[in-house]
């Protein structure tokens, strides 16, 4: 896998109101489509804002929230929670025809959006219950580290693929990418299958997943660019598989 031309800005996977920016040029449902997109993508962030807060610590960062909301738009089941939407007998669908199936992102939010503004303040309460509920608590604790043991012996114990979002600091930002090479040394010097898969997870806002795939085992992170989504799943490859630098 090639980085490619990927910004190399450690904040870039963090939020602010430009990731909500209308990505696309010429809406094709019309003006009215385009202004319930543009208010459906702030109320949906907002929606998800309030769910990150509630799971978070006193201790929590600023970064760290922005990381947490990153990863929960990433991986929302906009598919499942239309469908919940659509299905309350009060909430007027829209836009979206009975028994439509698309997990688009501007598809719901426009939706989402239609379907709030023409809700009493009851049906609203359950919309945004139901959009929450869509969020599975973003905080997964990082597996305990074990001794140092054979590759296939940890991959063993390792079938779930792991999936998370590191918090940032200074000093993480310089050392995440002697994961890799750690890893990649790793993979050399015991003859096992160490390589890395990408894919676009979001537009707006721009997210990537990148995958490392260590001799069958999967361990998967996020971020705003490939480079800083393959360190980090670089090193949770190395901490669950007790790779030191």
């Not at 800005?9 to 449902?29: H, K, M, Q, V």
């Not at 385009?34 to 978070?56: D, M, P």
């Not at 309350?88 to 836009?95: D, E, F, K």
């Not at 219950?129 to 063993?156: C, F, H, K, M, Y």
């Amino acid at each position: 896998m090639t980085d490619g031309d990927a910004s190399e800005n450690p904040r870039e996977g963090l939020l602010d109101d430009s990731d909500f920016e209308d990505l696309y040029d010429n809406p094709t449902a019309g003006q009215t489509s385009s202004v319930h997109y543009w208010f459906g993508k702030r109320l949906f962030k907002q929606i998800l804002a309030e769910k990150v807060f509630r799971n978070a610590t006193a201790s929590e960062t600023s970064d760290g929230l922005d990381a947490m909301l990153l990863q929960a738009v990433a991986q929302y089941p906009y598919g499942d929670r239309i469908r919940h939407i659509s299905s309350i007998p009060s909430a007027q669908s829209v836009y979206m025809d009975p028994g439509e199936n698309t997990a688009d992102f501007r598809a719901f939010v426009t939706e989402l959006a239609a379907v709030f503004l023409r809700s009493s303040v009851e049906v609203r309460v359950h919309v945004t219950s139901i959009v929450q509920d869509g969020v599975e608590n973003p905080r997964q604790p990082l597996p305990s580290r074990p001794a140092a043991q054979p590759l296939s012996t940890s991959a063993a114990r390792l079938q779930q693929p792991i999936n998370r979002v590191l918090q940032n600091n200074d000093d993480q930002l310089l050392e995440r990418p002697r994961y890799t090479t750690a890893l990649k040394e790793y993979g050399d010097q015991n003859r096992v299958d160490v390589r890395w898969m990408n894919k676009q997870v979001s537009v707006s806002p721009l997210c990537w997943q990148v995958a490392a795939i260590v001799d069958g085992a999967t361990f998967r992170a996020t971020a705003g660019n490939t480079r800083e989504a393959k360190h980090r799943a670089s090193q949770i490859a190395c901490e669950a598989l007790g790779i030191a630098l």
